[in-house]
């Protein structure tokens, strides 16, 4: 479904959808970039390039490089310095949003939850019961 939207580049309107979240003009400027960064990266000197040497022979923005590997237009396969921020913590991932480290993390959290609940739940069911003299 499209709808109209202000582009993020340069404010202009347009109609985003599944395939542009940026105007057409700002769409083909991209183009043109990931053109010259996908040539630069196949030459066979170039394969090991990272991101921030990218950034600086070709003057293309960081968060585009993010963009083409996330959506799987550079394959970290062939060009395996490239990867993107990992949601949590920022370390280069090249698949998922999160890294190995912040997804261990979450599950031990998630993990430490359950017990905890497990141990209120058991500690509800354990009925104590006080005995009077009349």
Request: hydrophobic content about 35%; proline content about 4%.
């Amino acid at each position: 479904m499209s709808e109209i939207a202000n582009c993020p580049n340069c404010g202009a309107l347009f109609m985003k959808n599944a395939f542009l979240d940026v105007c057409p003009a700002c769409s083909k400027a991209e183009e043109e970039a990931y053109q010259r960064v996908y040539q630069f990266l196949r030459k066979r000197e170039n394969r090991a390039a990272t991101i921030p040497q990218l950034e600086k022979a070709l003057g293309v923005e960081r968060s585009l490089i993010y963009k083409w590997v996330k959506k799987g237009r550079l394959h970290t396969a062939h060009f395996p310095n490239l990867g993107y921020p990992c949601d949590r913590c920022g370390a280069l991932i090249t698949q998922g949003s999160v890294c190995e480290s912040c997804r261990n993390e979450v599950k031990a959290d998630l993990e430490q939850i359950k017990r905890e609940e497990a141990f209120k739940e058991e500690k509800n069911k354990r009925a104590t019961y006080y005995l009077t003299e009349e």
